[in-house]
C-alpha cells in the first residue's frame, strides 16, 4: 500500500465505532503487489476488507457491472434526484418498468425478457 493509498483510505474510513460497523472495502484483482503479506496486513491494520477475486475469474463480477453503467448511462447521469427517496423511486420505477419489461438485452438475442421467455416456452411446446 503506498503512502498516498494509506492516506486515502485512512481519510475515508468512518471512525471506529461509528456508522454501526461500517466499513471500508477495497476492490482488487489478483496480482502481485496487492496479494502481498506487507498489503493484506496494512489493510487490517486500517480496517479494511479485501475483495479479490480468484485467479482465472474475471467474470465475477461482469454482470453487476454491466448493469450499474447500464444503469447510470440511461438513468441516472441524466437525471437530478431532490431526495433519496425520490431517486429510489425513479430507479425501481426503470428495473420494474423498463429494464425487465421492455429494454432489449445483448445476452438475449436483443429481445427484451417477455419476447425472450416467449419464444423459450414456444420452442419448448414445439420440442
Partial sequence: MTPSSRSTCSENLPERGDHHGASCIIRTVEVAPYAS??????LRAQGVRRSMSRKGDCWDNAVAESFFATLRAELVDHEHYPTREAATKSIGDYIDNFYNVERRHSHLGYLNP???ELRSQIQQHVA
Avoid: P, Q
Avoid at 37 to 42: G, H, N, Q, S, T
Fill in 37 to 42: 503479506d506487507d498489503y493484506r496486513a496494512e
Fill in 114 to 116: 417477455i419476447e425472450f
